[in-house]
């Protein structure tokens, strides 16, 4: 097997020097003929070299995962996530092939939960640890805040000023409080897909490049994600903008007696001070315990070499269990470092094994999806499909994407889209993923037989009749099941059944 190219430059320091002699000729010849290093890149020391070979061969995606935002306890797959949306995938331009289109490398990873869970504090480590990023709230966020602002001087010419996307190109930009943008969050729609920024103002038709990934988190309308209504109702987004992500969480604050009891440990532990308090002089006598000691995890330097996960593992439970086994973390500095080499030198392509496995994903969602009105599954899926894999070798610094690379990227968007298709009973319903709930769906119903028992003067409706009002309302092919519906508004008492398939519309 060839040898990855990114980890012969990390052995050899004589190819690194040839490298950044033929990239420095190239660049003299011409702006478009090689990739412009970052100025973090560009100034790896060979110490920075080594730390990076050390841990591209000790240690595993699990290390990477624990080394974000450590001081937030649990949520390694949302963690994994967003490490995937620093990463990127390949990208793919029009110079590779004569008819081939640009495809965006930059993955979009969106966020959505209770609050006090950590959103923020994961997507302030996010910006902090990319080798350009970018923190807005969505909250002071306005559109030519986040686009492009056109200002007027004083002797009458204009000039732009770039928004947030655009000084985050070729990085990412993080947008907090995404439910509470005051501006159209249509804006968004041209730099998630095309990442590009089209101005056409006062004379100036222009396009900026907007090459960024978008990782933004917001919480539910009311405080609290409701499983009894869809994404759509629970964000209040349209459709368009969220088939964007690639990757969704939801997170659900829910009583959970061991998982509490650690999180409870691990705060008041960082507040703790150990060997007691000196009373004349107030400071503490040792040294403050360390956060995590108090969970019970190893500590360690190397941990030992990465195993494979269980068949029927999901990558979620595999995480959680892995970064039990690491207690230093990568310091965030040498982080950002690590992820801008793997991000210059690495440009991962699919193996024939991993193909199958997204391929064969993505026709079971196809089909899935055409068997009920649910959120059109096409080939934006499966492109999503490619970068995470992408991303997912790149990290570890391998230019091959390995069947297993391909199994941990469908087990975390299965993990996803089980959290955002399953109702309060723990049904999953890929239903649920547009349209209306099953709440509005009865509400719209009884709203139209009300209006007809008042037109006609008569309150008893047959079983063909209530389908011929749904189905003239356009909420009949939303509609699993008419029976189950009936059955509902029955045991609400808003349809008395009269039997002989009749029922009697309640009073107001």
Known sequence: ????????????????????????????????????????????????????????????????VQSLCPLILGNE??????????????????????????????????????????????????????PRGVYVCGNTATKSGLTVTM???????????????????????????????????????????????????????????????????????GGHYNRNKTILENLNMKAPLLSRFDLVFILVDKPNGGHDDAIADYVVEMHLVTGGVDESTGQSRGARKRPRAALGLQSGGISSPARARREGQSLKSYLAERVKEYDEPLPPEMLRKYIAFAKHYCHPKLSLPACRTLQSFYLELRQKGSMCDSTPITTRQLESLIRLSQARAKLELRDVVTEADAKDIVSLLRDSLLDAFTDDAGVVDLQRSSGMSMGKLCKALISQLRRVAKKNQNPVFTVEQMKLEAKSINILHQIPDFRELLDILNQQCFLLKKGNGKYKLSAD
Not at 15 to 42: F, H, M, W, Y
Not at 119 to 129: E, I, P
Not at 184 to 204: F, H, N, P, R
């Open 151 to 221: 200002n007027k001087d004083q002797g009458g010419e204009h000039s732009l000023e770039a928004g947030a996307l655009v000084l985050a190109d070729r990085g990412v930009c993080c947008i907090d409080e995404f439910d509470k943008m005051s501006c159209d969050q249509a804006a968004l729609l041209e730099a998630m897909e095309q990442q590009s920024i089209s101005v056409a103002k006062a004379g100036i038709v222009c396009t900026l490049s907007a090459r960024t990934a978008i990782l933004a988190a917001a919480n539910p309308i």
């Open 77 to 130: 797959h949302v963690k994994a996530g967003l490490l995937l949306g620093l990463a990127g995938g390949t990208a793919f331009l029009p110079s590779q092939s004569k008819n081939a289109v640009p495809i965006r490398s930059d993955a979009h990873v969106l966020v959505v939960g209770d609050p006090g869970l950590g959103k923020s504090q994961m997507l302030k480590a996010a910006a902090a640890v990319s």
């Open 1 to 64: 097997a060839s040898q990855d190219s990114a980890i012969g430059i990390l052995r050899d320091a004589n190819q690194r020097k040839e490298l950044s002699d033929a990239q420095a000729l190239l660049a003299q010849c011409g702006p478009g003929n090689t990739k412009q290093k970052n100025d973090i890149v560009a100034n790896l020391t060979e110490r920075d070299y080594e730390m990076i070979y050390t841990v591209a061969k000790q240690f595993d995606f699990a290390f990477l």
